[in-house]
């Protein structure tokens, strides 16, 4: 088989219209994982106040709730479905990642029906439901990192830190819920809620590096509206609350009311969000389409006026690696007229310098690809890394998450190093030199493979 350069630059752009394909694909399994994390979000905060009643409040929110999840659950299963096809472009990882997140998906069933025996503590059920939410925003960061378009991998960057901040706000929503249900503030569940809020902040800081001018005021929307200034008063309530001390357990509902307020505020960013990045693939696939067509042309052209062959390497690249200038043509055919054959020559120019430019646009496509996909690749690395710093004194030490964290930040702060640099020194440590006796706290769960 006789293989040209225009074999290849065809084959590239069929392989570009692919990959735009396969993302398309990617994108809208992320819309599906988006609208069962905000389901299960709202189960476990209804969930979380039927438990901490006893059962005497939220009976039928929670079985509308259940009901709700379970139809979002079904359509991401549909979605996993569909990736396990062939043309799917789907990885070995993200295979491994939706059959673990699947495992998880199925023990739902028996902690619903535990929480309709109100067997299990608000806490401990909250704390089941996260897991498998952290599950879901995980599956999400492997889809955003494996994106090759900048332009959908920033929106997908956005999304996935807006996720975040949706999760944060859900378990502030049920943890804030269960506290004024069970009428008592302790110490180590006020903490957790200063730490909730300063989770929102931080993924916040990343959100706004990666959405577009024209889409932050749905952030500022929701970050200005009343709702969030009464959010803040009872905010300053909780954490402010003396240990032990008795709360307005009639507040409970109030503030579930408020704090679910800000997470469909929230909403409006994620809609704004998610429809752009289907119209950034609708866009992608047509120009990748329109590329293919196009080059399609150009090398059906040059099939059938084939320059001539000899020194063919050396009319598309010099030694240097350098596309060369259209090259000058043999001299023209005696038995053909004059002008006949100075227009075949310049149309055989015009094939080969076509072909030519096409090759020059498409490395430097490839190389700004990669230059604006590094910025994202560092943001999805520094959150790999933290977390694994994370995982590790946790399991070293037997930290939460919660005490892990701020370990990695007291030290941050004192040594005055970012935070980044401080996960990277502990993952290097044999030895973690952030204390010898185990936090108090409940020791993590096994992770999953990354």
């Known amino acids: ?247 307005d357990e009639a507040q409970s509902k109030v503030w579930f009311e408020v704090s679910s307020q800000r997470i469909t505020d929230l909403g409006g960013l994620e809609a704004a969000l998610v429809e752009r990045l289907h119209a950034a693939c609708t866009q992608g696939i047509e120009a990748a389409r329109q590329d293919l067509l196009d080059s399609t042309g150009l090398v059906k052209r040059l099939r059938e006026n084939p320059p001539p062959h000899a020194q063919a390497v050396d009319r598309y690249f010099s030694e240097q690696g350098q596309p060369e200038a259209v090259p000058v043509l043999p001299a023209r055919s005696e038995a053909a007229p004059p002008a006949q054959e100075e227009a075949r020559q310049a149309d055989e120019q015009a094939v080969v310098a076509s072909l030519q430019d096409l090759l020059q646009r498409q490395s430097s496509k490839l190389a700004q690809t990669e230059q604006e996909l590094q910025k994202v690749r560092r943001a999805l690395d520094e959150r790999k890394v933290i977390e694994r710093a994370k995982g590790a004194l946790m399991s070293r030490l037997g930290m939460t998450e919660d005490a892990a964290y701020r370990a990695l930040q007291k030290v941050a702060m004192d040594k005055n190093k970012r935070l980044l640099d401080v996960a990277e020194a502990t993952l290097a440590l044999s030895d973690i030199a952030l204390g010898s006796a185990p936090a108090s706290g409940a020791t993590a769960q096994p992770g999953k493979p990354g």
Request: glycine residues 6%; charged residues 20%.
């Open 1 to 247: 088989m006789s293989l040209s350069t225009s074999d290849f630059v065809l084959r590239a752009r069929q392989l570009d219209l692919q990959a735009m394909q396969h993302l398309a694909l990617r994108v809208a399994l992320v819309e599906l994982l988006g609208r069962l994390v905000h389901a299960l979000q709202w189960e476990r905060g209804v969930s979380s106040i039927y438990l901490a009643s006893d059962g005497q409040t939220f009976a039928q929110e929670r079985d509308e709730a259940v009901a709700q999840a379970v139809a979002a659950e079904q359509a991401v299963r549909s979605g996993f479905g569909a990736q396990l096809q062939p043309d799917s472009g789907a990885s070995s990882q993200m295979m491994s990642m939706m059959g673990w997140v699947l495992l998880d998906l199925d023990n739902l069933m028996a902690l619903r029906a535990a929480i309709g025996q109100k067997a299990p503590r608000a806490s401990d059920a909250m704390a089941a439901f996260s897991r498998v939410i952290a599950g879901l925003i995980e599956l999400v960061f492997h889809l955003a990192d494996g994106a090759s378009e900048p332009a959908i991998s920033r929106l997908l960057v956005a999304l996935v830190h807006l996720f975040q901040v949706k999760e944060a706000a859900g378990q502030e929503r049920a943890l804030g819920a269960n506290l004024l249900a069970s009428g008592v503030c302790t110490d180590g569940e006020q903490q957790r809620f200063i730490h909730l809020i300063d989770a929102q902040e931080r993924a916040a800081e990343v959100l706004l590096d990666f959405i577009d001018e024209d889409v932050r005021p749905h952030w500022s929307q929701a970050q200005n509206s009343t709702n969030m200034a009464q959010l803040e008063r009872l905010r300053r309530g909780l954490c402010m609350a003396r240990i032990g001390a008795k709360l």
